[in-house]
């Protein structure tokens, strides 16, 4: 019997499934205008007017984190507390987010659980500390490299691991369209590599500087004080 549902592989069983009630189209709009475009934005006009004067890479840092925590404390923390979305009747919006990105992954609608411990710790630890650390960033907090370094791991550890298990899995899950694996799957969640990657390269150079700059001082310190002397 044909499957009644949109998900891979063939022969997939999702007992009560409920088709999304908006079409791909409006969920990516919604996403991208009406979401992410305005959060960017809003969040890089704040992080010009902090008290504390940021650098670009700070701004920039501030951005991805504003960015990140509501993905992963709202949209990511709906997918790990409703466990039956995939059943969903009242046309929830986040529902629907997610019985779309299922296309190209159907672990997710499954409930898989690689994917639901993944996504509950990313989004109940790293989701609030995405928030901390823009806290930290706008007060120029030494802590914010600490906890940028931490966070990033983590986002960067998961992604990881998401994609290897599916790559383990022989790729099965996802439909063959260019857009869901090439776009959802593929560009979407590297993002969750390369930002991290960069975070955590600036942050550790940050620290090294700052440790490096400590090191030296007392040996400046020493020069001015004996040459005070005489």
Not at 141 to 150: E, R
Request: hydrophobic share 45%; charged share 15%.
């Amino acid at each position: 019997m044909e499957a009644l549902h949109p998900y891979a592989p063939a022969g997939l069983e999702i007992p009560g499934y409920v088709p999304q009630s908006r079409p791909r189209e409006t969920i990516l709009a919604l996403f991208f205008l009406f979401f992410a475009a305005p959060l960017m934005g809003l969040t890089w006009l704040l992080s010009g007017r902090t008290r504390a004067k940021l650098k670009l890479s700070d701004r920039l840092c501030m951005v991805w984190f504003a960015m990140s925590g509501p993905i992963h404390l709202v949209i990511e923390g709906y997918f790990a507390l409703n466990r039956n979305f995939g059943q969903d009747t009242t046309g929830n919006l986040l529902a629907d987010v997610w019985k779309e990105y299922s296309k190209c992954d159907s672990r997710y609608v499954t409930r898989e659980a690689f994917v639901v411990t993944m996504e509950t710790f990313t989004a109940f630890v790293e989701g609030p500390a995405c928030f901390l650390i823009v806290y930290l960033l706008a007060i120029d907090h030494p802590k914010k490299w600490v906890w940028m370094i931490l966070t990033c791991f983590g986002q960067l550890y998961g992604d990881i691991l998401y994609f290897a298990t599916e790559w383990h899995g022989g790729f099965t899950h996802g439909r063959e369209e260019l857009i869901y694996f090439w776009f959802y799957f593929v560009i979407v969640n590297s993002v969750w590599i390369v930002f991290p990657v960069l975070v955590i390269w600036y942050s550790w150079n940050s620290v090294n500087k700052l440790l490096m700059e400590g090191r030296s001082r007392p040996h400046v310190d020493a020069i001015n004080g004996h040459s005070k002397t005489h």
